[in-house]
């Protein structure tokens, strides 16, 4: 997916509505990656799925289900922002430089960021955006492919979080901190994860499996929903969201 990057509380799909240069340079992102055989998804028909989506759950009465929303908001594996600068030149010339981010979505890994320049020319905006688009495009997704070979080499990563009830005591809640921390030793390759944030009522993890075992989010809750039932029977492991590489998790009392 691409889309404009903006200020905090801003709207991008409706900046990229009203900004013709933006505009332009997402076609011609899109362009280039569409060419290169990647699936692309095209935010402002994101956006009217889910809103149709949204009806017609309403109009049968159905209630909203809130984690399939955000799974169709989120739309893709990897989203990239970009912002559009024209400058002026010497000799009454102007260039275009167009900064491409990169990100995982699910994680929010910083994939790759570059910076593409246009020649300096007495030139239409949209021609000159268009040959710094293409400068900074290719050098962002070399960026994309080495750093998943690399990534590769550890495994899959999949973004844990699991949250704990609060109706368990304190030192329910300790040792199903430790719990998880084992078991993560075990499930992942090499015993390779990262905890991010533990507190009493939330850990967050990164984790890398072995994608032999382990290529879907489905297989890796299975796995700890199954671990979790047989090591502490009072705790009962269940699904709030799995959306591609984002694993969300809650443990109840059993």
């Not at 280039?32 to 994101?46: F, I, K, N, S």
């Not at 030192?171 to 992942?188: I, P, S, V």
């Not at 390779?192 to 967050?204: F, G, P, S």
Request: aromatic share 8%; net charge negative; proline share 4%.
């Amino acid at each position: 997916m691409v889309i404009p990057a903006v200020k905090s509380g801003e709207d991008p799909i409706k900046v990229l509505q009203s900004d013709p240069d933006l505009s332009h340079a997402a076609k011609v992102i899109e362009s280039y990656l569409t060419a290169l055989r990647y699936d692309v998804v095209v935010p402002e028909q994101q956006q009217d799925l889910s809103a149709l989506t949204a009806a017609q759950q309403s109009l049968k009465g159905v209630e909203e289900d809130f984690s399939y929303q955000l799974a169709l908001s989120i739309g893709s594996d990897v989203y990239i922002t970009y912002e559009v600068n024209i400058q002026s030149d010497a000799y009454n010339t102007k260039k275009a430089v167009v900064s491409v981010r990169a990100y995982e979505t699910t994680t929010a890994r910083l994939l790759g960021t570059e910076t593409g320049y246009s020649p300096s020319a007495a030139a239409a905006p949209m021609v000159l955006i268009e040959n710094a688009v293409n400068d900074a495009a290719d050098k962002v997704l070399s960026r994309i492919m080495d750093y998943w070979k690399s990534d590769l080499q550890n495994g899959v990563q999949y973004k844990l979080i699991v949250s704990l009830s609060p109706n368990f005591g304190e030192e329910d809640r300790e040792e199903l901190t430790f719990l998880m921390g084992d078991l993560l030793k075990e499930l992942t390759k090499k015993g390779k994860y990262k905890e991010n944030i533990v507190t009493d009522a939330t850990l967050d993890y990164l984790i890398w499996c072995d994608p032999a075992e382990f290529d879907k989010s489905s297989s890796v809750y299975r796995w700890l929903k199954e671990k979790v039932a047989e090591k502490f029977a009072g705790a009962d492991l269940k699904r709030v969201n799995l959306n591609r590489k984002l694993i969300i998790l809650k443990l109840d009392p059993a």
